[in-house]
């Protein structure tokens, strides 16, 4: 009983990222969208409001930085590994109820980027596109300076795979998941807030877990 229950120990692991790998390649498959209603080890949904996305690897992806800045900019996905990383570990929680605690995300502050951008003096806000061709959000410029808000590359101490939007993401530790956009493609500084997919469905533009959407989540930590 002992050696069986530590094989499981060990096993474990793997058979949860077989699992994560599978129910992941499975819903980029699948047009119905049923799969992201599966659990799995990991604690997450694969969702996609895309019928397909294209992948994007290291030859191919590239991160636009643009709209009301002095210095457009873009970056590469070695580019973006070559700046200073960030570490934040927090929990992620979906407007739809599951959460996923201690979660760690590791990327670049998009204080960072805004900076070497040179935001104008009129900026307000700050829109992000998706190379599904589809998604988008948005943020106030305030909310985008956070600390605990980044480009992600990194996600649970592996690089971010295309079923959990990579290779590269958005990611707002202290809102709802909706707003941390998959498959990161442009950064856009405007001066309002734009809603992005889902508020122009319904949901909250200020997205903040436990105190938007009608929910009463614990604040995520």
């Known amino acids: 009983m002992l050696g069986l229950g530590a094989a499981g120990l060990v096993t474990a692991p793997y058979l949860q990222r077989g699992l994560e ?3 992941g390649s499975a819903a980029d498959k699948d047009p119905t969208g049923l799969t992201g209603l599966l659990p799995n080890g990991g604690g997450f949904r694969y969702y996609s409001v895309a019928a397909s996305v294209p992948r994007k690897g290291p030859d191919t992806y590239r991160l636009t930085v643009d709209g009301l800045v002095d210095r457009p900019a873009t970056y590469t996905l070695d580019a973006l590994r070559a700046l200073p990383q960030t570490r934040v570990v927090h ?3 979906c407007v739809t109820g599951w959460r996923v605690p201690h979660t760690p995300f590791e990327g670049v502050r998009l204080s960072r980027l805004l900076d070497a951008a040179g935001v104008r003096p009129d900026a307000g806000a700050v829109r992000f596109t998706c190379f599904d061709g589809t998604y988008s959000e948005s943020l106030t410029l305030q909310q985008a300076r956070r600390a605990d808000v980044m480009v992600a590359l990194r996600m649970k ?3 971010i795979g295309h079923a959990h939007g990579g290779p590269v993401r958005l990611y707002v530790a202290p809102m709802y998941f909706y707003k941390s956009a998959k498959w990161l493609s442009g950064i856009s500084v405007t001066s309002d807030v ?5 508020e122009e469905r319904g949901y909250d533009v200020d997205a ?3 105190r938007s959407n009608g929910r009463g989540d614990t604040p995520t930590v």
């Not at 734009?194 to 889902?198: F, K, N, V």
């Open 21 to 23: 790998a599978f129910l």
């Open 91 to 93: 929990d992620v929680q």
């Open 157 to 159: 101490d592996a690089p």
């Open 194 to 198: 734009r809603p992005g997919y889902w």
């Open 208 to 210: 903040w877990v436990g």
